[in-house]
């Protein structure tokens, strides 16, 4: 049976984004505690070959069933995950293999960032000394599944995008590199972040005002917030808390 080729788009990131990897039991704010997984058709059959319990399948759909205490039942005593000691992470589901990261979607490109929700995350991108710079990073899918890593290079121009599209990559470049002037560079990273993640979903919801003014909003809270903090890490946590309250129901 001959299949249609996959679509391979330009995936770009910023350049600190191969930096991330999940610190497991390390982490104070773990994904595994809290959150009602949702498992996806495919991950849903390869559990049921294995025998993975704890999944609830009803009406709605297919998710891990937390613990009386929150948890995901497959979250050991010492942090780790009972299925990646057992199968490996290959076995994980969608959202679990891919959290914290999210995706905007462009015609002929795919731009995947880290979420400041995430703790290890949160470091990565306001530890950086320097502004924030897109670069290409591989080839993905459609749905910005990765399919081939690439050698790192500038992120493809906006010139041969559509009018509306190229019009908002504009206007987010001209924020990005106001951002930049921040003198704090902690506020400067978390400016660029809040831009690059919230701005290109304009495209689809057509909410462009109320994202910026989101945007303006949570570099005021937070700045407002670091005011309070002693350090690096607390700073990193009142970012991070303010994400995981806010950034989920824009």
């Not at 809290?34 to 759909?61: C, M, Q």
């Not at 290959?90 to 880290?114: A, K, N, Q, Y």
Request: aromatic fraction near 8%; hydrophobic fraction near 35%.
């Amino acid at each position: 049976m001959k299949t249609d080729p996959v679509e391979a788009l330009t995936l770009v990131a910023p350049s600190y984004y191969r930096q991330f990897k999940c610190i497991a039991q390390r982490c104070r704010h773990s994904c595994c505690r809290g959150w009602e997984i949702d498992i996806d058709p495919v991950s849903l059959e390869r559990f049921k070959a294995l025998g993975v319990s704890g999944i609830s399948e009803g009406p709605d759909t297919p998710h891990f069933t937390l613990t009386e205490s929150g948890d995901c039942p497959h979250l050991r005593s010492d942090g780790l995950c009972e299925l990646i000691i057992r199968h490996g992470e290959g076995v994980l589901c969608d959202i679990c293999r891919d959290h914290p990261r999210f995706r905007s979607f462009w015609t002929g490109r795919v731009e995947i960032g880290l979420g400041l929700s995430c703790e290890e995350a949160a470091r990565i991108i306001l530890g950086q000394a320097e502004p924030m710079r897109l670069e290409s990073i591989g080839l993905c899918d459609s749905e910005g599944v990765e399919l081939s890593a690439g050698g790192s290079g500038g992120a493809p121009g906006f010139e041969d995008l559509p009018e509306d599209e190229r019009w908002l990559m504009g206007l987010r470049e001209r924020m990005l590199e106001e951002a930049a002037q921040y003198d704090d560079p902690m506020l400067a990273r978390l400016a660029e972040y809040l831009i690059y993640r919230q701005l290109p979903d304009a495209l689809y919801d057509g909410r462009l005002e109320e994202r910026i003014e989101f945007i303006n909003r949570g570099i005021e809270e937070i700045a407002e917030e670091w005011e309070r903090c002693a350090g690096f890490e607390e700073r990193c946590e009142a970012a991070r808390s303010w994400s995981e309250k806010n950034e989920y129901r824009v």
